[in-house]
């Protein structure tokens, strides 16, 4: 289709904007039934550590998980943040990730968006990355969407131009045609060196389906300049139409001089249109185009390149009050208008929307959708309606009688007689509006393999958002059920193991399962750990081991941060009590390192007791040399220095 004949081609960009919401479903907490003494909330002596100015990579990694996966998405962004800033080389992809989903809950999207594009260099094929950074393929389900239409050629087109069919209450076909202009046969356009286009109206041989010869519509509505794309009132009596911007005998254009669209009412008098009046919300700036009026003849749709359109056409519906006046215009929001061109709107007596866009993924050039209203006046996201509707070619103005099943469109598609032809269809079978796809699975152990029954899996949107959840059964399976084109979250959880997610974008095929399985890893995420009297603190506050150098017994700068979790550990409980037992290596005779253990329990001990200032009565301990080994590292036994390293070590074993 030559748009450029008799309308300005519209474009637009898309934004994806999403409204925030709060996660209220927290991970289950184990064994609440426990005495609170019998507990270390971890992420609390993680936050006093913090505070006192201390940092670390295991720090901050800990402290933004413990919130991430419990959802306070919000309060793991400063430490996801402290991480990547301070760590950045260091840290593994997926806190990226983490980061990103994070930054969301406070609408930092382009922050989230260069976040996730780091992730992307990072991991290249991750598939969050791939669906981050590239779109979906529609193909298929144009393909599965296809042949619900029979197609038939008309006798009323000419060698010129012809679209943009409409119904009015006499049963008529309307359209458009540039077949010659109001009286003005030689007046021609001068893109193409055809005529202007006129409204026409043609009649059905009610006895065969075959339309008369056409006809100009009587009275002021045709011009010397372009009509087309008509809309009806129930009643017939008022028709909305565009037009040049030529009004009262006056051509107006913009501050550029282009002439542009305007959408244009009239009244039907002794048969001929007259009260011909411009729209309010028109301008010499930008075009207002192709009117659908609902059934009801309260909204009116069209298509524009107003301000606040996010690119040169989106299309917009503005409520008709009673008394003829028109309120604010609306645009239809970013599930129908895209990068490209969204057009030619109409509204059936159901109040499907069915429109022309090349920003859709379709065969080429523009193709038909269709979309469905949802509540809140929303329409789900459009369908293409296949072929042979749509082409490879130019496929604009649909329109149907949802009764009788029978419909108009336009193409300029080869084998048609003029520039755009019109032709009519049959439907034959119902459109596909809805999608029926799901994501399935198996949760297991990651270390043994075994199937996890009762597992709790939750299905969350992409700002983690709890939609669904469910428990697998006993053979570790889970199922959702999906909506098409949208990206989703799933997490899995199981006390005693580590919470495990992963991501998904649907497709819009027809029918399509999503396999997903799950693996979860021992751990105890949820910050409280049951311990009892011979437990290691150091294991249940999972701190890095507290080395010590050769022959050196005075505390390091990277225990610090560890021994200051210990500190506020104690703090916290005041009936804890600890005994430190310090390690050396095997290197040196027994004696030495026997005085040397002791003199880091006791620098160890110190250090607790001066820079806490805990009881000293609370803190006991001392120095046991070589006589604990963690390894095979004993006299005489070949061990490089890392391995060495490993015995020089202080633990803290619970004695009250």
Excluded at 154 to 172: H, M
Aim: aromatic share 12%; proline share 3%.
């Amino acid at each position: 289709m030559n748009l450029n004949n008799y309308i300005i081609h519209l474009f637009l960009c898309i934004l994806i904007s999403c409204k925030v919401y709060t996660q209220d479903k927290r991970l289950e907490k184990a064994n609440e039934d426990f005495d609170r003494f019998a507990f270390v909330d971890a992420r609390k002596i993680y936050l006093k550590v913090a505070e006192s100015g201390y940092e670390s990579l295991d720090l901050f990694k800990k402290l933004a998980d413990s919130y991430y996966f419990n959802a306070q998405l919000e309060e793991a962004v400063p430490w996801y943040e402290k991480l990547t800033n301070n760590y950045a080389d260091e840290i593994d992809p997926e806190y990226l990730f983490r980061y990103s989903q994070s930054l969301k809950s406070v609408e930092r999207y382009e922050e989230a968006d260069k976040v996730m594009e780091r992730f992307n260099t990072l991991t290249g094929n991750d598939q969050r990355a791939e669906y981050f950074m590239n779109t979906r393929d529609y193909l298929k389900f144009i393909e599965m969407q296809s042949g619900k239409f029979r197609i038939l050629k008309l006798s009323v087109n000419s060698k010129y131009s012809d679209y943009a069919p409409s119904f009015n209450n006499q049963g008529q076909l309307i359209f458009a045609s540039s077949r010659g202009g109001s009286g003005m046969s030689k007046t021609v356009h001068e893109w193409n060196e055809m005529p202007f286009l006129d409204l026409f109206a043609s009649n059905m041989i009610a006895a065969n389906g075959i339309l008369q010869t056409p006809k100009k519509l009587k009275g002021k509505i045709n011009t010397k300049f372009h009509e087309s794309s008509t809309s009806f009132s129930k009643d017939g009596q008022t028709v909305y139409f565009t037009r040049n911007n030529y009004t009262k005998r006056k051509l107006g254009s913009n501050t550029a001089g282009t002439i542009l669209l305007k959408i244009y009412r009239a009244t039907l008098e002794d048969e001929k249109w007259t009260n011909v009046e411009e729209l309010p919300f028109n301008s010499d700036e930008y075009s207002v185009a192709h009117p659908a009026l609902s059934t009801d003849g309260k909204k009116l749709y069209f298509a524009s390149d107003m301000p606040d359109s996010r690119g040169l056409s989106d299309l917009y519906v503005v409520d008709v009050n009673e008394d003829g006046t028109f309120g604010e215009p609306r645009n239809l929001g970013d599930k129908i208008n895209t990068e490209g061109r969204e057009t030619f709107p109409y509204v059936s007596d159901s109040g499907r929307l069915y429109f022309a866009s090349d920003g859709h993924i379709g065969l080429g050039g523009l193709d038909v959708f269709i979309a469905v209203p949802e509540e809140f006046g929303e329409f789900s996201i459009p369908y293409n309606v296949g072929k042979p509707v749509n082409s490879d070619e130019d496929d604009f103005t649909f329109v149907l009688n949802e009764s009788t099943k029978i419909g108009y469109f336009a193409s300029n598609r080869k084998g048609g007689k003029g520039n755009d032809d019109i032709y009519s269809f049959k439907q034959t079978e119902e459109l596909i509006t809805e999608c029926n796809q799901y994501v399935t699975g198996v949760v297991t152990d990651a270390t043994s393999k075994e199937k996890l029954a009762e597992a709790e899996v939750i299905l969350m949107d992409d700002l983690n958002n709890e939609l669904q959840s469910t428990v697998t059964d006993n053979t570790g399976r889970y199922k959702f059920d999906l909506e098409c084109d949208t990206p989703y979250a799933v997490r899995a959880t199981k006390p005693s193991f580590n919470p495990t997610e992963a991501v998904l974008n649907t497709n819009n095929v027809l029918e399509f399962e999503h396999n997903l399985a799950l693996q979860l890893t021992d751990s105890d995420l949820d910050g409280k750990k049951e311990y009892r009297r011979g437990d290691d603190l150091a294991l249940i506050l999972d701190l890095e081991p507290i080395y010590f150098d050769l022959n050196k017994s005075f505390i390091r700068s990277d225990s610090e941060v560890e021994l200051q979790k210990i500190i506020a550990a104690l703090k916290e409980y005041s009936g804890l009590k600890i005994d430190v037992r310090s390690h050396t290596d095997s290197r040196a005779d027994d004696d030495y390192n026997m005085y040397l253990s002791e003199k880091r329990a006791k620098s160890t001990i110190k250090y607790i007791i001066d820079k806490g200032g805990i009881d000293p009565s609370r803190v006991t301990g001392r120095g046991y040399g070589e006589t604990d080994l963690v390894n095979k590292c004993k006299n005489e036994v070949v061990c490089s220095d890392e391995e060495h390293q490993l015995n020089r070590r202080s633990e803290f074993i619970i004695i009250e």
